[in-house]
């Protein structure tokens, strides 16, 4: 059984950082691609960043050059370091895994096909 | 950068009517669309990827459609469970950008 589960949020101030983790188990975390995905209260969901299984990345831009996207193989982990935190990256985070689909002709697609339960990031003072 | 914009934002619907949510992107994206159903207080569910091919384990009332610009995620029979959060996901190859859309509210009438 696939299962994701995330930790590290909590209240920072302002300025201040903060790492999220999310534990992977019951597949084989070093083939997939993982995201990270937020959620602000009452609000949609926010696409954060992708960390392919070859180590390619992609951040929304909204968080390009604060937040950095990284991999442990070997403790089946996923991390996201936040820097320059703001009162607009109050959210909660889910992490997800990243299905790749194939059918006869080749490729066909992508979804994140499990999520964790998320934690939550409060940024005030 | 690709925006996806869903209608409508909010659905009023009855027990067993059939109800169809419409994502529009800003630009063609093949068929790399996903839909996900989120309810209070959990995490989002695939429901379909691909566009149109039904995640292992959802009904079959649930089906999806489309290409391109515009797709849809239609629910044949509403069902008390469906009351929740639909929103769209693109996951096109360029720009790897995987936005969503604002989301579309599905509420008992």
């Known amino acids: 059984e696939v299962q994701l589960v995330e930790s590290g949020g909590g209240l920072v101030q302002p300025g201040g950082s903060l790492r999220l983790s999310c534990a992977a188990s019951?597949?084989?975390?070093?083939?997939?691609?993982m995201s990270w995905v937020r959620q602000a209260p009452g609000k949609g969901l926010e696409w954060v960043s992708t960390l392919s299984s070859s180590g390619t990345i992609y951040y929304a831009d909204s968080v390009k050059g604060r937040f950095s996207i990284s991999r442990d193989n070997s403790k089946n982990t996923l991390y996201l370091q936040m820097n320059s935190l703001g009162a607009e990256d109050t959210a909660l985070y889910y992490c997800?895994?990243?299905?790749?689909?194939?059918?006869?002709?080749?490729?066909?697609?992508?979804?994140?096909?499990?999520w964790g339960q998320g934690t939550l990031v409060t940024v005030s003072s | 950068d690709i925006q996806l914009t869903q209608s409508p934002s909010f659905l009023s619907a009855s027990i067993g009517d059939r109800v169809t949510i419409t994502c529009r992107a800003s630009?063609?994206?093949?068929?790399?669309l996903a839909w996900y159903q989120q309810k209070p207080g959990k995490a989002p569910k695939l429901l379909i990827y691909?566009?149109?091919t039904l995640q292992s384990g959802v009904p079959s009332r649930f089906s999806g459609s489309g290409s391109g610009t515009e797709f849809s995620l239609t629910i044949s029979s509403l069902q008390p469970e469906d009351f929740a959060t639909y929103y769209c996901?693109?996951?096109?190859?360029?720009?790897?950008?995987?936005?969503f859309g604002q989301g579309t509210k599905l509420e008992i009438k």
């Open positions: 019951g597949f084989i975390f070093s083939n997939y691609a």
């Open positions: 691909s566009a149109s």
């Open positions: 997800a895994k990243v299905e790749y689909y194939y059918d006869s002709t080749g490729f066909n697609g992508r979804a994140f096909d499990y």
């Open positions: 996901q693109q996951l096109n190859s360029y720009p790897r950008l995987y936005t």
């Open positions: 630009q063609g994206i093949s068929t790399y």
